[in-house]
């Protein structure tokens, strides 16, 4: 087993150069939902069903001479929460859509939206705005009655988590269309439109909005197609790549790989759970240079592993550097259809090993990984 693994000479420079994104995969993980395995968008299929999503309150919008800031570019996803202070920071505008339902929008983002929708009707597309913001209390309050009316199992996997749904942020919104003079809201009928939905795509950059959870990216997004969530992010150029290039805000961002994956880091006598997402970080860096490969589950090996003759094998890979310590990560992961040069095409790769070493008060470094 042992020879089935290399030194990698250019390893240390590498993690050196990727450790930026450690921050990043740091708090994605450790916010890690590894429950939710809900494929479309929760919430959205009930957003016309359920009057109570929209409730609103008047003291949750701000005043005006208050300076507010938002990130326009944050994430909220399956792994990634609303963030703190989100709420209070918010300027939020309503306005009553053709069903009659009140809609809570983020300011700048019904802006965009009003010159999307007025560019849309030059072309004879009309387009209405069936969900926004609902906020972390809305969400909570659809869990209980999910809960209540079909089971916990059927709520967790239909409802988003509260606090980790795109719409606490104002700047997701849900369109629905009417065409000939006919409102088309629900999620099934909505999808017979490809052709009016593409058009409406094709205008969403210059606006500074993107579609959200496009098709064929469910494993990045955690969500299946949906064409009438689009996000607003105050950057026509972002925008323009993210449509352009067919991206998800996730791989833009460079939290790919994150929305389905499973961390594991076990139980450790010897080591610190910070210390153990410290190592994993290094693994998840190393291994979004796998192009086309896709992370599903990064796991410890175990306190088991960390023995003098593992330390002395690896010592005798790279014997420049005076390791202290050693551990073992375990992946499994897809390769490309593809294929690659190193990878079999379309292959799911089990228990792939990471040995990761560190010197006396050192951070941990990838030193062999498997071939
Ligand atoms: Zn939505």
Sequence with gaps: MRRSMRFAA????????????????????????????????????????????????DDETTTEDETHSIDYMALVNKLNPLPENWENELETVHCTNSLGDDVEVEKKAYDAYLELKAELEEEGIYVDLDSARRSVADQERIMADFTEQYGEDYAIKTVATPGFSEHHTGLALDLYLNVYGEDIYLNEDMVQYPEIWSAIHEKLAEHGFILRYPEGKEHITGYGYEPWHIRYIDDADAAEKIMSEGLTLEEYLGAVNSAELKEDLGTSKLFSEEELEEAAVQVKCKFATFEGCELHSLRYAGDEFTTKENLAIMKEFDNTTNYAEVVEFLTDFHTPKEG???????????????????????????IIWEK
Excluded: H
């Design 10 to 57: 250019a390893c240390t420079a590498i993690c050196l150069l990727l450790a930026g994104c450690g921050d990043k995969n740091k708090n994605t993980e450790n916010k890690a939902d590894t429950q939710q395995t809900t494929q479309t968008e929760a919430g959205d299929a009930f957003a016309t069903a359920d009057e109570d999503m929209l409730t609103t309150s």
């Design 340 to 366: 690659s040069q190193v990878f079999d095409p379309d292959t799911e790769m089990k228990d792939y090993r990471w040995w990761l070493g560190r010197e006396k008060d050192g951070g941990w470094q990838i």
